[in-house]
């Protein structure tokens, strides 16, 4: 197994019980989620993806890509998705002490709006005291059940879209990436799922 886990333990979730990891419910609600946008190249194809299935989603925007391209981020609440903060500078909590990365958190909303204060630490890596003071401002930190894994190069589409489709379920919070990286993944592992959700009777929202 990677570094990573595809599908977020039990175990783990109750060792961090402050944190979002899944939204249980009856309604067959699944949440898509993407991260490190916006990107020119593939943002907007993800929106039209998107708009195909009639699908709402969560993006955890980087604020620097937010001030490079505002058109992005202004088209992604535009089209009625929901936005999440992803730190100013996609900072690694583990390596960086919590007044920097608190501040570069705040730097965020110079930039970009989170209208219910979603935050998403960029490699899922957070140190528990940075959580507890941003938990304390007001912020829900929203962590995932379900990994696409799509920003690793050594696997092929097939496994990512196999990742996703095999571990979700009503409640899943399931993370993709909307980055130049991603994307050899994304392609296929994107509208393959979104298929796979709609045949099946799953609806996409947004976390609110």
Not at 26 to 46: A, M, Q, R, S, Y
Not at 172 to 199: C, G, M, R, W, Y
């Amino acid at each position: 197994m990677k570094w990573y886990w595809i599908k977020t333990s039990a175990l783990i979730r109750r060792l961090f019980p402050n944190y979002i990891w899944h939204l249980p419910n009856h309604n067959k609600k699944v949440f898509l989620t993407f991260d490190d946008g916006p990107t020119p190249e593939i943002t907007p194809w993800v929106l039209d993806q998107l708009d195909v299935y009639q699908a709402k989603a969560t993006f955890f925007c980087i604020g620097d890509n937010i001030r490079k391209f505002p058109e992005i981020y202004h088209e992604i609440i535009a089209r009625g998705h929901q936005i999440g903060n992803h730190t100013q500078h996609h900072l690694n909590g583990w390596k960086t002490n919590t007044q920097n990365y608190i501040e570069d958190v705040c730097l965020w909303e110079n930039f970009g709006a989170s209208q219910n204060r979603l935050f998403r630490p960029p490699y899922g890596k957070i140190k528990s005291r940075q959580a507890q003071k941003l938990i304390e401002s007001g912020y829900k930190v929203i962590m995932w059940d379900v990994l696409s894994a799509d920003f690793d190069t050594s696997i092929n589409p097939e496994k990512c879209t196999e990742h996703v489709i095999k571990n979700i379920q009503s409640g899943s919070i399931v993370v993709f990436h909307d980055s130049v990286k991603a994307f050899k993944n994304l392609q296929q592992a994107l509208p393959q799922t979104l298929l796979f959700l709609k045949e099946n009777g799953y609806n996409c929202v947004e976390i609110d």
